[in-house]
């Protein structure tokens, strides 16, 4: 099953686009709209740990549709934690003349708190440059110093790099400067490296270029591979233990259930013997009584806040939400470790070992081999989202080097539909459709209907069944006793205009007059051209639906579609279509048991096959005449 989750192509693409192709005798060369002509930058580490960044960036403005993008350059840095400077700033015109950035095109923002107090969420500031006078055939350069005056974990050092294929690179030179007692690991791909000792500091230059970036056939960036791409990456972390321990000697000191933590735990478990009924009652009670607020105050970005601010002002972000449920699970004697994992688009832990690499932080319940994520306000207690299934994790205690979140399971994204509808004069349609949820699309249907008030439910409603000439009318129903349950049920009504002719003869496609999260043609999503050269994300399901139509007197069935089954890659599909007087009942289902949440290649274009065939049966009508 092909998930949504591709990554727009232009935002990884820095300043580029293909608006067209070059052709080079058989090479195929992307017509850029602009071009790094020189990226100069000098990383120089002290002694102890903090450093120096000077960045240099030429970038020329070749066709007009990048002016847009490159008029303005934007910086940001924690204010406790780093100083930053603009060190110079000019357009450079196709003539050489230098147009200098006056000193009121800067915008400078800070976020600092009241007063003497300190800011609640972000120490973040931000400097946008504004460059004069761009025209087509311009550069913009700017130099810029970022000083670092404490490190991020104390006694740790890493730098990484990559370079996407189709960003195009005139030159990039980067020096690396550090003691020479640092052990460095070391990882470069498509680059040149050479290095050299001088007084005790060790000096490493990489280079690179990339002027005329190949034209990509790639569709899909739901799975980051850093291996794939020219790039490098240094780092003093001997293992991903010590990144566990670096996140660790400052997280799990805040873990320790202090008494408000012990009191609030045995009073939410008091009188439940049963471990595991105690931990979803300390998971859901985070999940839904701490509110997600970031922490971006200097090392707070890895660093927990302390139990009494979070239960205070009951907000934290996901390792505030992970280390208090942690403290709470402790409190009651249930043995719990927090993990590290990534959440986006990376599905590998690569050498060397690096705390970039991660961005999330969750829960792992050994008793149970269970991860559990409590950042979500709708997740229930044992699933965990797709953006962390499949994973690798840095389980910060006791690393594990294979330990993995689990992958999709069929049954924990699987939709019941069942509707009954009466064909009626004029063309009108009227029923109701039943739906039963179980798994992710339960919190996911939960969560969007919890936020609308009554009045836009309605209005949801009445446009949902309504045609272009006529208002229809549809009212829901929904069973959600449990806000944490991994079931959701829905009932909903509807009578809904020009559905059918009201004479003549005509067809319709047999489908469920109520949208659902789980649709068998939600699992239908394919791409147009086979791929090749890539994995992307997937997943897998269950979506079963029955459909009765009532048919009156007057109408009469000409044709329904033929049965239907496949069965291969993974995909299990079946149609049957019964016609019994005035009676007219469709069963379908599909089962799609794609083993991981990353497919290569080859599993995507026989599952593009085969969900191809099921996307023409699915297009057969059901044929009538109104007499």
């Known amino acids: 099953m092909k998930l949504i989750h591709k990554l727009t192509c232009c935002l990884m693409l820095l300043m580029t686009s293909a608006l067209c192709l070059a052709k080079d005798e058989d090479v195929e060369y992307l017509e850029l709209i602009s071009t790094v002509l020189q990226l100069d930058k000098t990383v120089t580490v002290n002694e102890d740990f903090t450093f120096t960044d000077v960045t240099a960036i030429s970038t020329k403005v070749l066709k007009e549709p990048a002016l847009e993008n490159l008029k303005r350059r934007r910086f940001s840095y924690s204010t406790s934690m780093e100083t930053f400077e603009v060190l110079e700033a000019f357009t450079l015109k196709a003539d050489g003349s230098r147009v200098a950035v006056p000193q009121d095109n800067y915008q400078e923002r800070i976020n600092k708190g009241r007063g003497d107090g300190g800011p609640a969420f972000s120490d973040r500031a931000s400097i946008t440059i504004v460059f004069p006078d761009l025209e087509v055939g311009d550069s913009v350069y700017v130099k810029t110093k970022r000083t670092q005056t404490e490190p991020l974990f104390p006694g740790y050092f890493a730098l990484s790099s990559v370079y996407w294929p189709e960003t195009p690179y005139e030159k990039v030179s980067v020096t690396l400067n550090i003691p020479d007692a640092l052990i460095l690991h070391t990882d470069h791909r498509d680059v040149k490296i050479d290095s050299k000792v001088e007084k005790d500091r060790k000096v490493i230059q990489i280079a690179y270029k990339n002027p005329k970036p190949l034209k990509s056939d ?24 010590q990144v566990a321990d670096a996140y660790g000697k400052r ?20 009188g439940e013997e049963d471990p595991w009924k105690k931990a979803r009652i300390l998971y859901d009670w985070v999940a839904k009584n701490i509110s997600y607020a970031g922490n971006c105050i200097g090392v707070g970005a890895v660093v927990p806040r302390d139990m009494d601010v979070i239960l205070d002002n009951k907000m934290g972000d996901c390792k505030d939400k992970a280390t ?25 832990l690569n050498d060397p070992a690096r705390i ?25 207690f044992g699933l965990i989202p797709r953006s962390i299934q499949d994973k690798p994790v840095i389980l910060v205690g006791e690393h594990r080097p294979n330990k993995r979140t689990p992958a999709a399971k069929p049954e924990n994204y699987s939709q019941k539909l069942y509707s009954e509808m009466t064909l009626e004069a004029g063309g009108w349609v009227s029923g109701n459709v039943s739906v039963e949820l179980k798994g992710l699309p339960s919190a996911n249907m939960r969560s969007s209907w919890r936020q609308l008030t009554e009045q836009h439910k309605n209005q949801i409603m009445e446009r949902m069944f309504s045609s272009g000439t006529q208002k229809g009318e549809g009212d829901i129903e929904v069973l959600d006793e449990d806000p944490l349950s991994d079931s959701y049920s829905y009932t909903v009504t509807f009578r809904k205009p020009d559905v059918f002719l009201s004479q003549g ?55 329904v579609p033929d049965d239907y089954q496949i069965a291969e890659n993974n995909i299990e599909f079946s149609a049957a279509y019964e016609l019994d007087g005035g009676t007219l009942r469709v069963n379908r289902s599909i089962v799609d048991t794609t083993p991981a949440n990353v497919c290569e290649p080859e599993i995507i274009n026989r599952q593009r096959d085969t969900l191809a065939a099921i996307t023409e049966h699915l297009q057969s009508q059901v044929v009538y005449q109104v007499q």
């Open 218 to 241: 790639r569709q899909d960036y739901s799975v980051f591979d850093e291996k794939s791409m020219p790039g490098f990456a240094f780092s003093t972390y001997e293992s991903y233990q």
């Open 251 to 270: 997280a799990l000191p805040k873990a320790k259930p202090i008494n408000r933590v012990k009191d609030l735990a045995e009073s939410l478990t008091e």
């Open 324 to 348: 208090l449920l942690q403290a709470l699970l402790k409190a009651v004697d249930i043995e719990a470790t927090q993990a590290l994992v990534n959440s986006g688009s990376n599905y590998s």
């Open 356 to 380: 970039s690499v991660v961005n999330h932080a969750i829960i792992y319940l050994p008793m149970w081999d269970l991860f559990v994520d409590p950042t979500p306000k709708d997740i229930p």
């Open 505 to 559: 003869a005509g067809g319709f496609v047999p489908h469920a007059m109520a949208p659902s999260p789980a649709a068998i043609f939600s699992f239908l999503g394919s791409w147009a051209e086979p791929i090749q050269g890539y994995s992307v994300s997937c997943g897998n399901g269950i979506s079963k639906e029955s459909l009765v139509y009532r048919i009156p007197d007057n109408v009469k069935i000409l044709a």
